[in-house]
């Protein structure tokens, strides 16, 4: 993680959060100078954070596939479930979420990565309430199905926005938005440096954007992999995907103001 810090730092600098790019008034220029570059770095952490927090959810939801389909998803209790995404951000994020208030994270921060893990808590202890025990419902609870439930909630709960995308969606509501595009379009560059996020302040100042890109493993492939065009089990069809290829991107849209 912090061997990424210079480079966002310098993509910060580079796509004009610090530096007036074009202003439309002077207004507007002096509002935007005057967010401390402290404050955009913090900005910049959560939203990379909850992005990160967000994709080991969906993770560990991919690992559970077998389980899951097994069980009819009861299989996966939530106590089971919180503790491999400790255990997967422990791993990714290098924070432990049980020790929150050893680390020198903001409160707002701390505030939003608690609140993801009991959304996505919520959704699993929802999710297996739901089930009836002849229902099958359970083998469509795949990572984007989960993704989706968290964010709906933890968005109406926070006002932050968490959005799963990519450049062909199988679902119209995961549609990228011009600057979900450009990102999307860098990350499948086959150059483009791996795990590195792309960011910006928005033009006026309101709000902070941050696309995590996401890679294909091999649960992915089951569904998004070879052979192209060929229907998965949720009937879609696959989109060809090779062993770590570029597979889309979480979305944040962290407003600046809580
Ligand atoms: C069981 C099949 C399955 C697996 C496994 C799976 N996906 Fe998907 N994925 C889907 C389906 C179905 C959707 C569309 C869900 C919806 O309707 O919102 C989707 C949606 C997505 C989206 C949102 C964009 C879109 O197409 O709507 C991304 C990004 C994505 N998947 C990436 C991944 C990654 C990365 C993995 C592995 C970590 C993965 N998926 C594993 C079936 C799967």
Redesign the pocket.
């Given at each position: 993680m912090r061997r990424r810090l210079p480079w966002m730092v310098a993509c910060l600098l580079a796509g004009g959060a610090l530096t007036a790019g074009s202003p439309t008034s002077g207004g507007e220029q002096s509002e935007r100078s005057s967010i401390p570059f402290q404050t955009i770095l913090e900005l910049e952490q959560t939203a990379r954070l909850l992005a990160v927090l967000l994709?080991s959810g969906?993770?560990v939801i991919?690992d559970n596939?077998i389980l899951l389909a097994e069980s009819q998803g009861k299989g996966l209790t939530p106590e089971a479930f919180e503790r491999q995404l400790l255990d997967m951000f422990r791993g990714r994020a290098g924070i432990d979420l049980q020790e929150l208030d050893h680390t020198a994270l903001g409160p707002r921060t701390k505030r939003l990565l608690r609140e993801l893990v009991e959304t996505s808590r919520q959704v699993i202890v929802d999710v297996r309430r739901k089930l009836s025990p002849e229902a099958n419902e359970f083998?469509?609870f795949?990572?984007?199905?989960f993704?989706?439930r968290v964010s709906a909630r933890f968005t109406e709960h926070t006002g932050v926005r968490l959005k799963?995308?990519?450049l062909?969606?199988?679902?119209?509501?995961?549609?990228p938005d011009a600057y979900e595009r450009g990102a999307l379009e860098a990350f499948a560059d086959a150059a483009y440096p791996r795990e590195t996020v792309i960011s910006e302040m928005s033009a006026n100042s309101a709000s902070f954007r941050l696309m995590l890109p996401?890679?294909?493993?091999r649960?992915?492939?089951?569904?998004?992999g070879e052979p192209k065009g060929v229907a998965?089990?949720?009937?879609?069809p696959r989109?060809g995907?090779v062993l770590g290829q570029n597979?889309?991107?979480?979305s944040v849209l962290l407003p600046v103001k809580p």
């Open positions: 994709d969906r993770a991919n596939q083998t469509g795949i990572p984007a199905a993704g989706a799963q995308t990519s062909a969606p199988r679902n119209p509501a995961n549609r996401l890679y294909a493993t649960h992915c492939l089951d569904c998004h998965d089990r949720m009937g879609y989109e995907l597979a889309g991107a979480i």
